[in-house]
């Protein structure tokens, strides 16, 4: 039958959709399940300690912190949500022993996770940002527009300012920004950590965190 041009030539497509659809697939970011801790981000083009902390980035702690945590997480995401509550716990335990800088990474495959962070960070600019970060992973299953200003009030928002900050996509480009920087050092799934300097790529549990205040 290969002898039959218009059958070689099918097979060849289908075998090029085929690899084509593999690549697309193994490339794609994802939610990370328990991992244990790597030490590189394989395929980066940067260290994770390049990462910057600038000064829109939301920030709990201070910088004397001895545990300096870096987050790039996603508001759709269940593992980050878990881990959120986990972290929170940690810190309330150890005031002034720990530092969590969050990063926006919303997943592509997430329908509801990129505007989520554009919320989360128009709650930011009225310095409300870990406020609205918890209500967000409170009422994860039922992620909408119209629930992202009902959850306004609940965190204690302007009503208005933060409906306007939504509706004209102001922190669109700082979520973009947080994207492509976590992009460029490797990050490929949530939750994922630079702790220290070094990578941590899915859920910390409580005695790990635990473990690094020693």
């Not at 000064?55 to 709990?60: E, F, G, I, R």
């Not at 945590?69 to 309330?92: L, Q, R």
């Amino acid at each position: 039958m290969w002898r039959n041009p218009v059958t070689w030539l099918l097979f060849v497509v289908v075998l090029v959709l085929a690899v084509a659809i593999f690549i697309t697939a193994k490339n794609q970011p994802k939610e990370t399940k328990p991992t244990p801790p790597v030490n590189s981000a394989i395929g980066s083009t940067k260290l994770p300690s390049q990462v910057s902390i600038f000064p829109s980035d939301p920030v709990l702690g201070t910088a004397e912190a001895k545990v300096n945590i870096i987050e790039f997480g996603d508001f759709e995401c269940i593992y980050c949500a878990e881990v959120a509550v986990t972290i929170k716990k940690v810190i309330n335990e150890n005031p002034g022993k720990i530092r969590l800088v969050w990063k926006d990474f919303p997943i592509p495959s997430h329908t509801n996770a990129q505007a989520a962070a554009e919320a989360a960070q128009c709650a930011a600019r009225q310095g409300k940002f870990w406020q609205y970060h918890d209500v967000l992973f409170q009422n994860q299953s039922n992620l909408n527009e119209a629930n992202y200003l009902s959850l306004a009030g609940e965190a204690g928002l302007n009503y208005e300012k933060f409906n306007l900050c939504l509706k004209n996509h102001e922190t669109l480009p700082l979520v973009q920004n947080n994207f492509a920087e976590g992009q460029a050092i490797g990050v490929d799934g949530t939750p994922y950590f630079i702790i220290n300097g070094e990578v941590f790529s899915g859920i910390l549990t409580e005695d790990q965190l635990k473990s690094l205040l020693n």
